[in-house]
Each structure stands twice: as structure tokens, then as C-alpha cells.
């Protein structure tokens, strides 16, 4: 099994019961995110965790594909559709759930008017071939809504933390990027960067808008 997909799937229930650390950054992301979709999107979210952000997003959106790698985390997100959609509730028929990576064949020949990545960048080894990838999925003129964790601007003191994290199996595989270097992984992969902003403001976790050219 792979090993992140082995982390996600031994983590899953507790993630899923830890309340958002920072409710009001998380709702000012949403805000964000928000003003660039239109009712007529369709919308792709990689790493979707237990589908909260989908199910938030749906009511302004046409329609939402959420993957994560993690079946427990796509098993926690579907169980979340039936009390949603349960009697008494509003029924939400606009988003489908499913295990999955960006590489999945089953993407292919599909294309969105945004793709959503929350808290998803830093933690792909391959982020140029990623940033691609996207880039084929979106229609023309089609936007890149992702929120990263830029870890190279913190402490060297939490490079060795995590490292050691990593060592014994307690924290994934993650990357210390930039935000330099994540702006210009993007705009290299075919896009224009239209909005960033920092959400709470005293964090690393840069929020990044960026439209197919």
C-alpha cells in the first residue's frame, strides 16, 4: 500500500472529528474562493479529506467532483451526504465523491472550470507534473483555486521536527516549498497568477488563485 495512502487512511476518523483550528481563516478562504465561482461551475477538488469544503461550496456551484487518495476519508465524506441530504435537510445532489489521484485515468478527457486544491501542493512530490495536469483538466480560461502550506518560511527548527516526524511514520510526505518557488511552479505550468493572500494573515498558508492561459 502506499505510504501516504496508508497515513490518510490511519488518520481519517480523528481528522474528521478535530474541529477547523482557525474557523474565521478557513471562512475567509471560503469567502475567497467564492467570488470566483459562478453557479454554471463545474468543479473538480484534489485532496478533498472528508468533503466538508465540497459540501460548503456546493449551493454555488453546478456541480463538484471530490477525490482524496484516502478511501476512509472518501467513506467519512459520503457518510456526511446522508445527513445532509437526509429528511427535514437540504438535499445535495451536486457533489460525487470518489477515491482517487490526479494521475487516475478516469480523469482523463474530462475538463472544469476550477479545480480546487486546499492544503494539497506542498504535499506532492511531483508538483510540477501536478501543476500539468490541472492545467489539461480546466477548460480554457479555467482557474486554479488552491490554498498551500508554505513550510520553507518557517523555522529550520520545524524542518527537523517534521523530518523526524516523518522517520517514525507520524506525519506524511511533505515538501518545505516557497511561495516563490510554488508562484513560479504555477505560472510555469500555464498560468496566471490573479489573486494570493494570506489566510489567517500571520500564517504560511498562502491562498493562490491562478487562471489557464
Same mark, same amino acid.
Given at each position: 500500500?502506499?505510504?501516504?495512502?496508508?497515513?490518510?487512511?490511519?488518520?481519517?476518523?480523528?481528522?474528521?472529528?478535530?474541529?477547523?483550528?482557525?474557523?474565521?481563516?478557513?471562512?475567509?478562504?471560503?469567502?475567497?474562493?467564492?467570488?470566483?465561482?459562478?453557479?454554471?461551475?463545474?468543479?473538480?477538488?484534489?485532496?478533498?479529506?472528508?468533503?466538508?469544503?465540497?459540501?460548503?461550496?456546493?449551493?454555488?456551484?453546478?456541480?463538484?467532483?471530490?477525490?482524496?487518495?484516502?478511501?476512509?476519508?472518501?467513506?467519512?465524506?459520503?457518510?456526511?451526504?446522508?445527513?445532509?441530504?437526509?429528511?427535514?435537510?437540504?438535499?445535495?445532489?451536486?457533489?460525487?465523491?470518489?477515491?482517487?489521484?490526479?494521475?487516475?485515468?478516469?480523469?482523463?478527457?474530462?475538463?472544469?472550470?476550477?479545480?480546487?486544491?486546499?492544503?494539497?501542493?506542498?504535499?506532492?512530490?511531483?508538483?510540477?507534473?501536478?501543476?500539468?495536469? @490541472?492545467?489539461?483538466?480546466?477548460?480554457?480560461?479555467?482557474?486554479?483555486?488552491?490554498?498551500? @502550506?508554505?513550510?520553507?518560511?518557517?523555522?529550520?527548527?520545524?524542518?527537523?521536527?517534521?523530518?523526524?516526524?516523518?522517520?517514525?511514520?507520524?506525519?506524511?510526505?511533505?515538501?518545505?516549498?516557497?511561495?516563490?518557488?510554488?508562484?513560479?511552479?504555477?505560472?510555469?505550468?500555464?498560468?496566471? @497568477?490573479?489573486?494570493?493572500?494570506?489566510?489567517?494573515?500571520?500564517?504560511?498558508?498562502?491562498?493562490?488563485?491562478?487562471?489557464?492561459?
Amino acid at each position: 500500500m502506499d505510504r501516504n495512502k496508508k497515513f490518510w487512511d490511519k488518520i481519517a476518523k480523528r481528522y474528521a472529528k478535530n474541529p477547523v483550528r482557525n474557523m474565521q481563516a478557513y471562512q475567509a478562504t471560503l469567502d475567497h474562493t467564492r467570488k470566483h465561482l459562478t453557479r454554471d461551475d463545474k468543479v473538480l477538488e484534489v485532496g478533498c479529506g472528508t468533503g466538508t469544503t465540497a459540501l460548503l461550496l456546493a449551493p454555488d456551484v453546478r456541480h463538484i467532483t471530490a477525490t482524496d487518495l484516502s478511501t476512509v476519508m472518501i467513506d467519512i465524506a459520503q457518510a456526511k451526504l446522508a445527513p445532509v441530504a437526509g429528511e427535514n435537510a437540504n438535499t445535495v445532489e451536486n457533489v460525487h465523491f470518489k477515491t482517487g489521484t490526479l494521475s487516475d485515468q478516469s480523469l482523463d478527457g474530462e475538463t472544469y472550470d476550477a479545480v480546487l486544491a486546499f492544503n494539497f501542493l506542498h504535499l506532492v512530490a511531483d508538483r510540477p507534473a501536478a501543476l500539468g495536469k @490541472i492545467n489539461t483538466l480546466l477548460q480554457s480560461d479555467g482557474l486554479l483555486i488552491s490554498k498551500t @502550506i508554505c513550510l520553507g518560511e518557517k523555522n529550520i527548527l520545524w524542518h527537523i521536527l517534521i523530518r523526524a516526524m516523518q522517520a517514525i511514520g507520524i506525519a506524511p510526505y511533505l515538501d518545505f516549498v516557497r511561495y516563490d518557488e510554488i508562484a513560479t511552479q504555477i505560472t510555469n505550468a500555464g498560468f496566471k @497568477i490573479v489573486e494570493t493572500g494570506l489566510y489567517p494573515a500571520s500564517s504560511n498558508s498562502r491562498f493562490i488563485v491562478a487562471r489557464k492561459i
